[in-house]
């Protein structure tokens, strides 16, 4: 408004000083008529310069306005009450909503992963619907200094197994990464490096956990290197220092009592294949858990993605190790605290998805998760499986609709085994 009141002021001076010489030009006075005529002139002038200074003070206000906006969108504005950032934020996630049918109870309707023994439990069937699986994160990019870029991620989403539809906010990611070219250094909570692939089930934090998806999310500090054998094959190092996540017995928490972090590393070869680009890993995770005495965590994995064609393509994971409970493998076990040993487990998954058309995509999966019998007790469960088949249909941009078919079938030592047929049905909207 000050800028605008000084422009008028200026215009206003200059139009009266160069007007002002033509009043008294000559020496002579004016008649009254000739200053009635001149004042005439000069108030239509004026008139007409008011015009002018208005139609530029509105010019300069949607100048104003656009300036604004783009601010607000770099994170630049300096609007009192408005979120700002310093950098780029970019807001994502989705919307869903699961509507399922369960056979026979399972350990929790809203994201099943196993199927209770007969045993204890009936025949009894379950309906569920939930928005828990929902997700909301931020995207930050940061600085670019020489070849160094910061990037960093915080995600949440509401699983929340206390409650039916008042869910609380968990965190899954919050990290920051500086990237060079060649390497990256990474600090926060992410994915493990060890089966970092996933599935692509509607069960969205059933995830084929506990039968034969290993991997989850925890603080860590993680090194990345990439070396380029050529223009079309390059190999990826990794290797990270991780949070020991354990179990509570008591007043102890076997992770952090170990007081030793997880080791994990994964190399990663990518070439061409089939016209594509395709990945094979092998990976491998050390750490310890104590209670009464000292207990490895340990596991070696293979993890792949091979696209077949432009439509088709394979993926999936394989690893064998012990006390994996910690990484929700092991059907969930990871201790037999009868023993004090840690139970041997060995499982996979693969999956096959196929993309025909652009609004279409189909998915077949089949994972498996088996402890050693020798390590558990009557009731443990020692061998967990589960085959899911789902179709996905985009209904407009960004809102899909998706059906899903799957069988668990869990079995137990010393007991009836647990079975369960599910049918899923979501609504998801993408921003």
């Not at 399922?100 to 023994?117: G, V």
């Not at 060079?180 to 969205?204: E, R, V």
Request: hydrophobic share 35%; glycine share 10%; with cysteine.
């Amino acid at each position: 408004m000050f800028k605008r009141t000084i422009f008028t002021a200026i215009l206003i001076s200059l139009f009266m000083i160069n007007s002002t010489p033509c009043v008294f030009a000559g020496g002579n006075e004016p008649s009254r008529e000739e200053l009635v005529n001149r004042i005439s002139s000069l108030e239509e002038e004026l008139a007409q310069l008011k015009t002018l200074v208005n139609r530029v003070a509105g010019e300069q206000t949607k100048v104003e306005q656009k300036i604004d906006n783009i601010n607000v969108t770099n994170g630049t504005s300096t609007t009192e009450n408005a979120i700002t950032s310093k950098h780029k934020v970019k807001l994502y996630g989705f919307l869903k909503l699961d509507a399922s049918s369960d056979s026979f109870k399972t350990n929790n309707p809203d994201a099943p992963k196993y199927a209770l023994s007969k045993t204890s439990n009936g025949n009894e069937k379950e309906f569920a619907m939930t928005a828990m699986n929902s997700r909301l994160g931020l995207k930050y990019y940061g600085p670019e200094e020489l070849d160094a870029k910061v990037y960093g991620n915080l995600e949440l989403d509401f699983y929340d197994t206390a409650s039916d539809n008042s869910q609380k906010p968990r965190m899954r990611h919050a990290f920051f990464e500086l990237q060079y070219p060649k390497w990256s250094l990474l600090a926060g909570q992410t994915w493990d490096i060890f089966g970092p692939l996933g599935p692509n089930t509607l069960n969205t934090n059933g995830y084929l956990w506990y039968s034969g998806n290993i991997g989850f999310r925890r603080p860590q500090i993680r090194l990345t290197k990439v070396s380029e054998v050529n223009d079309q094959k390059k190999v990826t190092s990794q290797l990270s220092i991780n949070r020991n996540i354990g179990s509570n017995l008591g007043s102890v928490n076997t992770g952090e009592d170990s007081n030793h972090p997880m080791i994990e590393g994964r190399v990663a070869y990518a070439f061409p294949l089939f016209g594509k680009t395709s990945t094979v890993a092998i990976a491998g995770l050390w750490g310890r858990e104590k209670s009464s005495t000292k207990i490895s965590v340990w596991a070696g994995g293979l993890d792949f993605v091979v696209p077949l064609t432009s439509t088709l393509s394979v993926k999936g994971e394989f690893f064998r190790g012990a006390n994996l409970d910690g990484l929700l493998a092991g059907i969930g076990q990871g201790v037999n605290t009868t023993t004090n040993r840690g139970i041997d487990s060995i499982g996979g998954w693969g999956q096959v998805t196929c993309k025909p058309w652009d609004k279409y995509a189909f998915n077949l999966g089949y994972g498996t998760d088996k402890d050693d019998k020798d390590d558990l007790n009557t009731g443990d469960r020692h061998r967990n499986s589960t085959v899911f088949a789902n179709i996905n249909y985009a209904i407009i941009k960004d809102v899909k609709l998706g059906l899903e078919y799957s069988y668990t079938e869990t079995k137990y030592l010393n007991q009836k085994d647990g079975e369960n047929n599910r049918i899923t049905t979501s609504l998801i909207y993408s921003f």
